[in-house]
């Protein structure tokens, strides 16, 4: 760092915890030293005004410094005090400046780190996710169930007993003229399946013996905002074959036409 005053050029830089100025009248060497305070430079150069000699060794308030070239009859008091002054304050600055982008590299770092785990969080996230079962709420569906008249005339909640249950995702992609939206080349990329499921209950009710086979499939569907997922298992197809005194039928609580007509699968990047 260079401070230019009249025709005096002071110069420093860093020595560990010392600072090392010289002090330059154009193109002559009058002096260098080490110093630690402001106020030592100051009464070091009052001292050096008195000097006429070369290379020699001084002390000053327990601090040494050596002397190359003397000769400051010449320079203002004053005027170098206010220029050591302006010195040290723009030392003041740059370490100032320093500090500060050290700050904002920090954030850049932390930032960095956090793109850093986003894609292994999603990794784990999706190899979690795929390696289990699916989970779905069985009392939304219950709820469906004894909402029914037909079913709740032969099933009560008090005595209705599951004898079976599977549900499985479905492999691969499903049929692209039901289903256009997963052709969508990007979301193939990221996976190899849809997210949906098909699955079953056998249900029985030990008071009036009759036995029910719930088939059921589920896909992920859109929330109310963009790019947010509504209901992970969302039941576009359920019907149940019930069987009662040898009589057989069939009975259809949510219709796949009908309901693929008002919503339509969410894909699931993860």
Not at 31 to 39: C, F, G, N, S
Not at 140 to 153: G, H, P, S, V
Not at 197 to 202: H, S, V
Request: proline share 3%; hydrophobic share 35%.
């Amino acid at each position: 760092m260079q401070i230019i005053k009249s025709k005096t050029v002071y110069t420093t830089r860093l020595c560990g915890n010392h600072q090392t100025h010289t002090i330059r009248d154009g193109n002559t060497n009058l002096k260098m030293l080490t110093i630690l305070t402001q106020e030592t430079l100051i009464k070091s150069i009052h001292m050096l005004k008195h000097q006429k000699t070369t290379g020699n060794q001084y002390h000053l308030d327990g601090h040494g410094f050596r002397i190359y070239c003397i000769d400051m009859s010449q320079i203002s008091h004053v005027q170098l005090k206010e220029d050591i002054d302006y010195l040290i304050n723009s030392m003041f600055t740059s370490c100032l400046h320093s500090v500060s982008s050290f700050i904002n590299f920090i954030l850049l770092a932390f930032g960095f780190k956090v793109l850093t785990v986003l894609p292994l969080a999603m990794l784990y996230v999706r190899a979690r996710d795929k390696c289990g079962d699916p989970d779905f709420k069985e009392t939304y569906l219950r709820d469906m169930l004894y909402k029914n008249n037909e079913i709740n005339a032969l099933f009560k909640e008090e005595t209705i007993h599951v004898l079976d249950y599977d549900c499985e995702y479905d492999r691969g992609y499903p049929c692209p003229e039901k289903f256009p939206e997963f052709k969508n080349k990007f979301w193939q990329f990221f996976n190899t399946d849809t997210s949906m499921t098909t699955g079953y209950f056998k249900m029985a009710d030990v008071e009036t013996g009759a036995v029910m086979n719930l088939k059921f499939k589920t896909m992920p569907v859109p929330g109310k905002y963009r790019y947010q997922i509504g209901e992970p298992f969302y039941f576009y197809d359920l019907r149940a074959e019930i069987t009662h005194n040898g009589q057989h039928k069939e009975v259809v609580l949510v219709d796949e036409k009908v309901a693929l007509q008002k919503v339509r699968p969410f894909l699931l990047i993860i």
